[in-house]
């Protein structure tokens, strides 16, 4: 039977619903319609993997050590922790958001690199990467414009490579922004 006019089917979509699929398609635009040359997916990909799980963060953690410099434990705690909080935070926001991968929700799209078994909001590449440049920064201020482009990298390698959506990586800057303000105002970073 068919529906009145007026219906919910034919009604234009909701605020929300617009901004979803404005989302869905300037995502799908950088992950399948730019040029995606090997020359760079791949060092931009083995970049993106090499932050999973804060990896990235914790590595950078250990620069006092390699650098010799006094309290490296107490300046490899002041970047991982937040990073882990951030992480595992993140992590909680997904179950409970569940939003699908772009490959997941839309399987024409193909898979750059391997795909996390996580769900996609919010980014925790974004998230950790905005902890990283607070916390490292603060240890480390003549090294934030390096901790900004790596984070502007990480981001943008996490939609052109197609595992998240534009706003995923919005909301996770968002979050790793709430993280690393909040850890710099209540820890003092150790000198």
């Known amino acids: 039977m068919p529906l009145p006019p007026g219906s919910a089917d034919t009604a234009p979509p909701s605020p929300p619903g617009r901004l979803d699929r404005l989302d869905r398609d300037l995502s799908r635009r950088a992950a ?67 939003r699908a991968r772009p490959p997941i929700a839309d399987p024409t799209q193909p898979r750059q690199i391997p795909l996390p078994l996580s769900k996609s909001f919010p980014s925790s590449h974004a998230s950790m990467a905005m902890v990283g440049v607070f916390t490292v920064g603060a240890l480390y201020p003549a090294a934030v414009p390096a901790l900004v482009l790596l984070a502007l990298v990480l981001c943008f390698s996490r939609v052109y490579l197609g595992v998240h959506y534009l706003g995923d990586v919005l909301g996770g800057v968002a979050f790793g922004l709430a993280w690393g303000v909040v850890w710099i105002l209540l820890v003092p970073a150790p000198r």
């Open 32 to 98: 399948i319609s730019w040029p995606h040359p090997r020359w760079f997916t791949l060092p931009l990909g083995a970049l993106s993997l090499t932050a999973n799980y804060g990896l990235l963060w914790y590595g950078v953690s250990a620069l006092p050590w390699l650098l010799g410099q006094p309290r490296p434990l107490a300046k490899a705690l002041f970047v991982a922790l937040p990073v882990t909080a951030a992480e595992a935070s993140g992590f909680a926001i997904k179950r409970w958001v569940a």
